[in-house]
């Protein structure tokens, strides 16, 4: 949900900070980082929601407290740092002003999910960072309203982030957790899975997977064969609300970068792609359905159809490409393709029926610059 139809990636982003570094001695524990792409209103609630659950401790004026205080203990400190991919939106103008508290990093151009992230994390102090999706809610009892009201009684944590940050530290093998993430209508979405098969692909998110929905391939990969509310280490994680102990982030960073994302990934199966690497390199990944954190998944992607369609499927066969070799990539590219082209003439025979001709004609469009761009990777 990070990228722009319209600009394209430059070798040597531009970006601008509203706050002036800190001090890199400063001590913060946890650090998170949101992406933005033109949606401010979601960026406003996603910061209002943190705002309501952390503590102003005064100075620095970007660092704020978080969870209990214990015994007089010195409470855990976190900071905000919001990543704007060359919004058109408001988001440049407004956050500063509605959030003093909050580091924005401006792109001058669209870095992806993955560019935007890195430099996010590069700019970090937290001992642990969380990447969190600007369309996401932390859920807390401090917070209004029916859907949070809804959780009380259910099992699950009211205050998601101390939840998930305690469950990140409880032990040093771990490198990284997720919450359970609900959609606003209060139903579960599924975001824990294991690692694809070379068939998976062909299965899931296609045509085969939903003529066969039951099929071994999807189930497997989902973990459709284990529940959901208890705390359980998986292989891999949703990227919408990741958090991470930077050592382990570390151990995992590929020359060069910035950050612990691989940016050939624009978006999609970037987050599938680094807990293979933190997998490898012994990293415990965990589930902790405790915390809870609302999902309003989507909402910048759907801005550009086309886009979305285009890399997921480009990440889909970079990631085979990577992990299972040429020759399984180039298969599942051509299955895809194959894929679009019976999408574009189902869609054509639609709109030649005289069945809602504006929106067969919008998908046709779409249809044809993915099959234009091949599904090659970026360069």
Known sequence: MWFNALTKRESTPRVSVHQAPPEQATHVDLSIIIVSWNVWDLVRACLQ????????LGAPSDIRGFGPLVNNSPQPTLEVIVVDNASLD??????????????????????GFTGGNNIGYAA???????????????????????????????????????????ALMENPDIGMVGPQLRY???????????????????????????LWRGNPWKRHFQMDDWPSNFRQEVDWLVGAAMMARRSALETVRLPDATGPFDEGFFMYSEELDLCRRLKQAKWRIV?????????????SSEQVVAARHIHFNRSKVRY??????????????????????????????????GHKRELRARRMAAYREVLASGLRPTP
Do not use: C
Request: positive net charge.
């Open 90 to 111: 408001a988001t440049g103008e407004l956050l500063p002003a509605r959030f003093p508290w909050v580091r924005l990093i401006r792109s001058a151009t669209n870095l």
């Open 320 to 353: 085979y490409e990577k992990y299972f070799g040429r020759r399984w990539a180039t298969l599942l590219r051509a299955f895809l393709l194959l894929e679009f082209r019976r999408q574009w003439l189902l869609e054509g025979a639609k709109w030649l029926l």
């Open 287 to 299: 589930y902790v359905p405790e915390a809870v954190v609302i999902h309003y998944e989507g909402r």
């Open 49 to 56: 929601a943190i705002e309501q659950i952390t503590v102003d």
């Open 184 to 210: 606003a209508d209060n139903t579960l979405q599924s975001s824990r899975r294991r690692f694809p098969s070379p068939l998976t692909g062909f299965f899931e998110s296609t045509w085969l997977g939903k």
């Open 124 to 166: 970090s102090r937290g001992r642990a960072i969380y990447f969190l999706n600007p369309d996401t809610e932390l859920v807390h009892n401090s917070l209004p309203g029916t859907l949070h009201g809804s959780l009380h009684g259910s099992g699950v944590g009211y205050d998601s982030l101390w939840t998930l940050y305690s």
